[in-house]
């Protein structure tokens, strides 16, 4: 009886034994493919391999086609996804983060798993529950304004512009004015010239960034900042903000306006018109970008304007997304393209962090004779 207690005790001990063999082996095998994050294949840690969409859907969320910087993006967008081969899906907002937060909702709720969903934040720090609804279903580019510390774990990458950079050329240009003005024998109503300010909607993070840019380029010969007015998009915003504004600071002396965009300041130049204040020769306008006419840069009424194509934004936005797509990750922090003539060829390699867009100034008629990756000024500002 003994020998045989002795037997199965022997017994029980070796089974034992392989049981837990067999289990540490499983949990060894649940701890790799959580590492491959969530039990993904070989093949799907490594990327597609290639920039060819194959007819799979991307979706672009982003603001109304009725301001011209928001057609270009679009069709920027649009023809990068067919050269590539993907199907873009795309969310219109009219400058509303509530509208594309309800957007982004009702899309997540469809069931779409979409290749890639590129996003631009109406307001970035409103906007954090929609780029992490966008994350569960599908890799998320931000474009226009660049992810906050709080979106930043929902993004793969940034495409679009540097709005730093932009708002330095945008303060380079206005030092440029100020010296302008003074040769020709102006007199300002300040040592430093009296700068009035129309600028993008408040909190939102292009107008934030943009002035940390303009504020850096000017800080060694700041101008006098006589206020700040938000919300200024297009020529009807334009105008109606301008006369509201310009007859309240008219008495003050206005020597310098900064306006967040071009299509803002052609509203902005009619209400000065009405105050009697000749744009040009008066003050001296400087705008951010060039979207809508270019026709107040070529007659001087503009002194400046910042050549910031929507349309290479938006292409820029997909190419990105696929590459990141085609590699399944990012490589370094920054890529800044060059304003050169002709687009760069897209390449099947990772995209940084964050991957700007070329920008350039445009001051007076003989400025605007440039061509950006293919675009023309007038196409860059005004569409084509």
Sequence with gaps: ?????????????????????????????????????????????????SLEGDGKEMVLFTMTASNVYGANQIAGAKK???????????????FSQPEQD???????ATGAKPAAALIFPWVADAAINAVRQLASVGPVIMITQEPNAQ???????????????????????????????????????????????????????????????????????????????????????GYEKGSQVIPRFKGKGIDFLYVSNQQAANGIIRALKENGIKPGKDVKIVSSDCSGSLEAVKNGETFGTGLQSGAIEGSLGVATAARYIATNKVEGDVQQSKAEPEQP??????????????????????????QIWGYTAEEICAGG
């Design 151 to 237: 979106s930043t774990e929902f993004v793969k990458a940034y495409a679009g512009a540097n709005q730093q950079l932009i708002g330095r050329v945008a303060g380079d240009m206005m030092l440029k004015a100020r010296e302008a003005a003074r040769k020709e024998g102006v007199k300002l109503n300040s040592k430093e010239g009296n700068l009035l300010v129309f600028q993008h909607p408040e909190g939102e993070k292009t107008g934030v960034e943009r002035w940390k840019g303009f504020e850096e380029a000017t800080k060694g010969e700041p101008f006098k900042v006589l206020g700040t007015e938000y919300g200024a998009n297009d020529p009807e915003t």
């Design 80 to 94: 990068m996804a067919g050269e590539l081969g993907y199907k873009l899906k795309v969310f219109q907002n009219n």
């Design 345 to 370: 060829e897209t390449e099947a390699t990772p995209p940084a962090k964050l991957n700007y867009m070329p920008h350039a100034a445009a001051i007076g008629a003989k400025g605007i004779n440039t």
């Design 102 to 108: 309800q957007q982004v909702q009702q899309y997540v």
């Design 1 to 49: 009886m003994e020998l045989r207690s002795l037997r199965w005790s022997r017994l029980i001990v070796g089974v034992m034994a392989m049981l837990v063999v067999a289990l540490g082996v499983v949990a060894c095998g649940d701890d790799e493919e959580g590492g491959s994050g969530g039990g993904a294949s070989s093949s799907e840690s490594k990327g597609s391999g």
